[in-house]
């Protein structure tokens, strides 16, 4: 089995008020893609009722090398009524954006197969690799972060500083 490490166990984004879930959806996309994650939607659900919810996942991963993988997960929530905004679908409520990171190492799983590998494996990590991973751990936390300030930007929620 993987070995997989948490960079970012989870920092969340709020926003109350409208917002076009469409072009969220496509900014994120898109930033995941142009920086060769692959995205995986691993939920969509939109419940229809007095008052909706929607809830939706999705994985992106990238392959740093042979031997680990970076993954950002990303989970929107929220209890919304639907609007018509300028010929655009939106929604009106209350909406969460979490988003987590990890890294994999052997992801093919190819040190699984012995015992003996498994150990020789875990030395090595600790050893061998411990600078690669800590250079891995800061670049993918750098890219939830740069995600997660992309994501409240769009939305409206950063806060500037005045000079």
């Known amino acids: 089995m993987s070995e997989i490490d948490y960079v970012i166990p989870g920092i969340v984004v709020e926003k109350e008020g409208i917002v076009d879930i469409s072009d969220l959806y496509k900014l994120m996309r898109n930033w995941l893609e142009k920086r060769d994650y692959s995205v995986v939607e691993k939920e969509y659900v939109d419940e229809v009722a007095e008052k909706s919810s929607i809830s939706i996942k999705w994985e992106g991963e990238k392959d740093v090398d042979d031997y680990t993988r970076f993954i950002i997960k990303v989970g929107i929530k929220?209890?919304?009524?639907?609007v018509r905004l300028k010929k655009k679908n939106a929604v009106k409520g209350v909406i969460s954006i979490k988003f987590?990171?990890?890294?994999?190492?052997?992801?093919?799983?190819?040190?699984?197969?012995?015992?003996?590998?498994?150990?020789?494996r875990g030395i090595f990590d600790k050893y061998g690799m411990k600078n690669r991973f800590n250079k891995y751990s800061k670049e993918l936390r750098e890219n939830t972060y740069d995600l997660y300030y992309e994501v409240k930007a769009y939305l409206g929620l950063l806060k500037t500083v005045e000079k």
């Open 78 to 82: 929220g209890k919304v009524e639907n």
């Open 100 to 120: 987590e990171s990890c890294m994999e190492q052997d992801y093919e799983e190819k040190w699984e197969n012995s015992p003996v590998f498994k150990f020789f």
